[in-house]
């Protein structure tokens, strides 16, 4: 399993991006995926996490109501949209996968290489 993300970028205070996630191989449905953000001097913590249907979500405190996770099991994909940004999410973004949904990063098997978002206030 390959995770390639991509969509990050600069963006000021309040505005959005969507970060997308495409996976290799075809068992990309059997996978829970998630995404976790590390900033420069932090440990890697969990953003969000997606069932295997995508009917399951779970999100971390500090994004719930503003972050959203989906899956397109037939592209073999999962996005997270990031709305209402605030400086502190500033951050390098990996998407991951693994067998069950939560937010211990030992959980996850597979790890994209990051895609960088940047807020600017």
């Known amino acids: 399993v390959q995770l390639q993300a991509s969509g990050g970028g600069l963006v000021e205070a309040g505005g959005s991006l969507r970060l997308s996630c495409a996976c290799s191989g075809r068992t990309f449905s059997s996978y829970v995926m998630g995404w976790f953000r590390q900033a420069p001097g932090k440990e890697r913590e969990f953003v969000a996490a997606?069932?295997?249907?995508?009917?399951?979500?779970y999100y971390a405190d500090s994004v719930k109501g503003r972050f959203t996770i989906a899956r397109d099991n037939a592209k073999n994909t999962v996005y997270l949209q990031l709305n209402s940004l605030k400086p502190e999410d500033t951050a390098v973004y990996y998407c991951?996968?693994?067998?069950?949904?939560?937010?211990?990063?030992?959980?996850?098997?597979?790890w994209g290489q990051g895609t960088q978002v940047t807020v600017s206030s």
């Open positions: 991951a996968a693994g067998g069950a949904i939560t937010r211990a990063t030992k959980a996850y098997d597979y």
């Open positions: 997606v069932n295997w249907s995508g009917g399951g979500t």
